[in-house]
T-cell receptor, first 109, second 115 residues
Framework: GEDVEQSLFLSVREGDSSVINCTYTDSSSTYLYWYKQEPGAGLQLLTYIFSNMDMKQDQRLTVLLNKKDKHLSLRIADTQTGDSAIYFC?????????FGSGTRLLVRP | KAGVTQTPRYLIKTRGQQVTLSCSPI?????VSWYQQTPGQGLQFLFEYFSETQRNKGNFPGRFSGRQFSNSRSEMNVSTLELGDSALYLCASSLEGQGTHNEQFFGPGTRLTVL
């Protein structure tokens, strides 16, 4: 079955860059996603990348996809305190999303 | 355009009871998915409906069921509640579901506590 792993916790200083990593086993997904969840809220789609792309940039967000190593990352430039949240990578498979365990990002002032 | 709405937002039940959760998708969206979020298991897929048909089902016991109505609104039902069913239940809607990129918009969730 599919397996998606993320590190549990990341702490950065405000203004620094954050890099959140995700590794996966199933490589058949067409789209790979990054979601953000703030306390008490649902999931918000941040960005996505098509599986035949290596990189996608969207304002402060950069997504890197290494299909050979089955590694997906999300870089947040100039991280702000409002970026503190849980970040999930996700993959589409047969009308469902498979989520990683989530990385809690803490931004220190 | 209104977002995905879920009712109720909070629910407390006791073991053995049953519960029905409701989800109203964004207007025009025909696909509705349900996910269970717990601290131990993370986000797990329950089922997905499109035009009143279940297209995929996750690995949950038969106590978990769902349905979709002709107006795309969806309900999920959990019978004979167990303590382990305590979770945040998230509903997501999209225009057409996965396969092509159709962004899934999530509701705020229903927090179910089973005592």
């Amino acid at each position: 079955g599919e397996d998606v792993e993320q590190s549990l916790f990341l702490s950065v200083r405000e203004g620094d860059s954050s890099v959140i990593n995700c590794t996966y086993t199933d490589s058949s997904s067409t789209y790979l996603y990054w979601y953000k969840q703030e306390p008490g809220a649902g999931l918000q789609l941040l960005t996505y990348i098509f599986s035949n792309m290596d990189m996608k940039q969207d304002q402060r967000l950069t997504v890197l996809l290494n299909k050979k190593d089955k590694h997906l990352s999300l870089r947040i430039a100039d991280t702000q305190t409002g970026d503190s949240a849980i970040y999930f990578c996700a993959f589409d498979s047969s009308y469902k999303l498979i989520f990683g365990s989530g990385t809690r990002l803490l931004v220190r002032p | 355009k209104a977002g995905v709405t879920q009712t109720p937002r909070y629910l407390i039940k006791t073991r053995g009871q049953q519960v029905t959760l409701s989800c109203s998708p964004i207007s025009g969206h025909r696909s509705v998915s349900w996910y269970q979020q717990t601290p131990g298991q993370g986000l797990q897929f329950l089922f997905e409906y499109f035009s009143e048909t279940q297209r995929n089902k996750g690995n949950f016991p038969g106590r978990f069921s769902g349905r979709q109505f002709s107006n795309s609104r969806s309900e999920m039902n959990v019978s004979t509640l167990e303590l382990g069913d305590s979770a945040l239940y998230l509903c997501a809607s999209s225009l057409e579901g996965q396969g092509t990129h159709n962004e899934q918009f999530f509701g705020p969730g229903t927090r179910l506590t089973v005592l």
